[in-house]
């Protein structure tokens, strides 16, 4: 089956290191999305990127870094430079620039210990 | 900037009944898209419904259908017979030709047996 995969599902970091966030899909879909989910929250849009070897910052790119070298994967990267990285990230994927909607993973809830 | 309202945090509804969640939103944008997402527990963001700006039809699917009143700048979701499995947060999102969704905080919906 089609779909996108996160991993890990659960992820602990200790204050100082990188981590990086894995977003695998087999959809053939153009465009993939990060974003941040906050306890009681909506979506915030951390990158997203329409095309292999493009990526664009979205609204807190802040401390965060990604890679697109493949169009079925897009890791993301959370720096030591993240002051607060606990949360909940979901990747997406649409195709072209989203007008269908948004394909989700299951998501990777971070914590900071 | 685009901005989406959802005005109820929160809402219980007796298992059975119908009940509506409000969305209103705001583009100057004459074409865009209107979507709802389920968020259970687990994390996973499931697509429920589309609205097109140019639909002259409400869309439907299955017990989800979508209130839109355009003049009103408004999209909200009607689930009839609501069970208990229903009990999620619900995100509405719109999309325009910026290229990305925007999102709204979110309701937690709550059906009591």
């Known amino acids: 089956d089609g779909g996108i995969t996160q991993s890990p599902k659960y992820l602990f970091r200790k204050e100082g290191q990188n981590v990086t966030l894995s977003c695998e899909q087999n959809l053939n879909h153009d465009a993939m999305y990060w974003y941040r989910q906050d306890p009681g929250q909506g979506l915030r849009l951390i990158y997203y990127?329409?095309?292999?070897?493009?990526?664009q910052k979205g609204d807190i790119a802040e401390g965060y870094s990604v890679s697109r070298e493949k169009k079925e994967s897009f890791p993301l990267t959370v720096t030591s430079a993240q002051k607060n990285p606990t949360a909940f990230y979901l990747c997406?994927?649409?195709?072209?620039?989203?007008?269908?909607?948004?394909?989700f993973g299951s998501g990777t809830r971070l914590t900071v210990v | 900037a685009q901005k989406i309202t959802q005005t109820q945090p929160g809402m219980f509804v007796q298992e059975k009944e119908a009940v509506t969640l409000d969305c209103t939103y705001d583009t100057s944008d004459p074409s865009y898209g209107l979507f709802w997402y389920k968020q259970p527990s687990s994390g996973e963001m499931i697509f429920l419904i589309y609205q097109g700006s140019y639909d002259q039809q409400n869309a439907t699917e299955g017990r989800y259908s979508l209130n839109f009143q355009k003049a009103r700048k408004s999209a909200n979701l009607v689930i009839s017979a609501s069970q208990l499995g229903d009990s999620a947060m619900y995100f509405c999102a719109e999309w325009d030709s910026n290229y990305q969704l925007i999102w709204g905080a979110g309701t937690k919906l709550i059906i009591k047996p």
């Open positions: 997406a994927s649409s195709i072209d620039e989203g007008v269908y909607g948004y394909t």
């Open positions: 990127s329409q095309i292999v070897n493009d990526f």
